[in-house]
């Protein structure tokens, strides 16, 4: 679905309940023009906020990459005493995803029943002026050079789609990806009905009792927390809009999209002028045919225009997985026609600290012995010959009979040292670790037990923190490490179990709802 048909879908049902309330709810009708915007409005909150709503952990990960960059931007300029806020903000990312979710879905549903006319208005306007500043600043750092900050106005240049520091706002979930610019003018469109609203709330229409509306928020409230802790807490958002679904053949759409990656045209250049700076776009064959005479020396490349890819490409295409050594298990994984289990951690749950030990270290003394073989040398000529024509109480030379000589190397204890050394304590989170060894480790040791392999991929953590991890499992894994956003794409559950099969997902299960072995056995191994 495309932006285009969702506002079509919506202005449709919008229409609607505008008409319902005009027949059925005449005395609740005070303009037919407010009336409408407040149905679109409502109805446009209640669906994005619904989709959203399947799956919480998706727009946390949204907020903590929102988050992560107002760190950035903030922490050097004049404004850096606010900047350590936002990793607080972003370590309660999911609570601010929770309350964000409902609040815009009960908007929505208060806008439709005309609940507390005013407080509405205010709240809406908010909401909106609070999006379109997020969506503002994904869309405005397309113009700012990647080693610039945001606030170096004088800096920024023309517009690049892969300076954003956001790719997607996430306003629709995984459900739609909308460019940040449509995101960006779609709030900024909003901000008309907002202040309209703010100006007439006395004409919004109002259905049904004030106890009746009041019974349906409070309800509202609770039903959709219910629901979004269901879509993260205890179990997989039931359904699932991201490329890794269930049933998906990840080898398959991978080369789809690499293929049709590399059957992309060049169709034009973007150059800049070494002297004025002027920047303009020439297109491909007139760049081939005048390169020499025209632009060679005179401008310099800024960038290539491509035509779109005819399968546009997901996050299936940075599928890339490596062992703790760098190299790659992708083709492992995605050829390999045997069924096997990977566990997915984005990230270990600990808070490493940096602490220091006294170890104690023995010193010996090493000694080197010399031991004549006196059996071999009675036996050779040479020596005998040596011994007879030297005089008594002359040293003999024995350099020329190295060959009879054995030597050893004696160690001898001398000392203990003692001496600092700095190590770091992982900290562990025991609800964590209980996951791993209560839940998951049944499981996994019967799986290898019947020949199948399991590898655990991890991000956000190195070689020594997870093989530690390991250690304090008692998982005894096989280990690789992906990028955390990408772990975080394929499952909603850290951890989380994926059984694949020839470069297919069969199946997935939240750490909560994993099934016994026996079962997942007997429906898919055997």
């Given at each position: 679905m495309t932006i285009g048909t969702l506002i079509t879908n919506i202005g449709i049902v919008s229409i609607i309940l505008t008409l319902i309330i005009a027949f059925v709810f005449k005395s609740s009708m005070k303009s037919w023009w407010i009336s409408f915007l407040q149905n679109f409005c409502g109805v446009l909150f209640i669906f994005s906020g619904w989709v959203k709503a399947?799956?919480?952990?998706?727009?946390?990960?949204?907020?903590?990459q929102y988050f992560d960059e107002f760190y950035s931007t903030f922490e050097s300029t004049w404004f850096g005493f606010i900047a350590p806020m936002f990793p607080v903000f972003s370590k309660y990312a999911i609570w601010f995803s929770v309350f964000m979710i409902v609040f815009e879905i009960v908007l929505g549903i208060m806008l439709v029943l005309g609940t507390k006319p005013k407080f509405t208005a205010w709240a809406?306007?908010?909401l909106v002026a609070f999006f379109t500043i997020l969506t503002g600043f994904t869309y405005l750092t397309g113009y700012v050079p990647s080693e610039t900050n945001f606030f170096q106005f004088g800096s920024w240049s023309g517009f690049d789609a892969n300076n954003m520091k956001v790719q997607d706002c996430g306003c629709f979930g995984d459900f739609i990806k909308l460019e940040p610019k449509v995101s960006f003018f779609k709030d900024v469109f909003l901000m008309i009905p907002a202040i309209i609203f703010v100006l007439a709330y006395k004409k919004k229409h109002q259905l049904f009792t004030e106890p009746i509306r009041n019974g349906v928020i409070s309800v509202s409230i609770i039903a959709l927390l219910f629901y979004c802790f269901s879509n993260y807490v205890w179990d997989l958002p039931h359904t699932d809009f991201r490329p890794f679904k269930k049933g998906t053949d990840v080898r398959q759409v991978r080369e789809m999209e690499e293929d049709a990656m590399a059957a992309v045209q060049i169709t034009g250049w973007v150059l800049k002028h070494n002297e004025t700076g002027e920047s303009i776009t020439v297109p491909n064959a007139d760049y081939m045919r005048d390169y020499t005479s025209k632009y060679k020396g005179v401008y310099s490349v800024i960038d290539q225009v491509k035509d779109e890819p005819t399968i546009k490409s997901t996050k299936i295409s940075e599928f890339e997985i490596?062992?703790?050594?760098?190299?790659?298990?992708?083709?492992d994984i995605l050829y390999n026609e045997k069924a096997h289990f990977l566990i997915v951690n984005y990230m270990l749950m600990g808070d490493p600290e940096k602490k220091t030990r006294i170890v104690q270290d023995s010193i010996f003394n090493l000694d080197t012995t010399i031991i004549f073989n006196y059996e071999t040398l009675k036996a050779d000529p040479a020596f005998n010959r040596l011994i007879k024509r030297t005089p008594k109480g002359v040293p003999i030379d024995m350099t020329e009979f190295g060959e009879h000589i054995d030597t050893s190397i004696v160690k001898s204890f001398k000392e203990v040292v003692e001496r600092e050394e700095e190590y770091i304590d992982q900290n562990w989170n025991s609800a964590y670790l209980k996951k791993h060894i209560e839940s998951l480790k049944p499981f996994t040791d019967a799986a290898k037990a019947d020949?199948?392999?399991?590898?655990m991929v991890v991000g956000k953590a190195g070689p020594t923190a997870i093989m530690d991890f390991d250690l304090a499992t008692g998982l005894d894994l096989h280990y690789g490490m992906a990028d955390d956003i990408l772990l975080k794409t394929i499952i909603r559950s850290n951890p989380g179990i994926v059984l694949w099969k020839d470069g297919k997902i069969l199946d997935k299960w939240h750490i909560k709802q994993l099934p016994n072995y026996e079962e997942v056995k007997a429906q898919y191994l055997n």
């Open positions: 399947i799956d919480p952990l998706g727009t946390a990960y949204k907020m903590e809406f306007l908010s490596t062992d703790l050594d760098g190299n790659d298990l992708t083709e020949g199948f392999e399991v590898l």
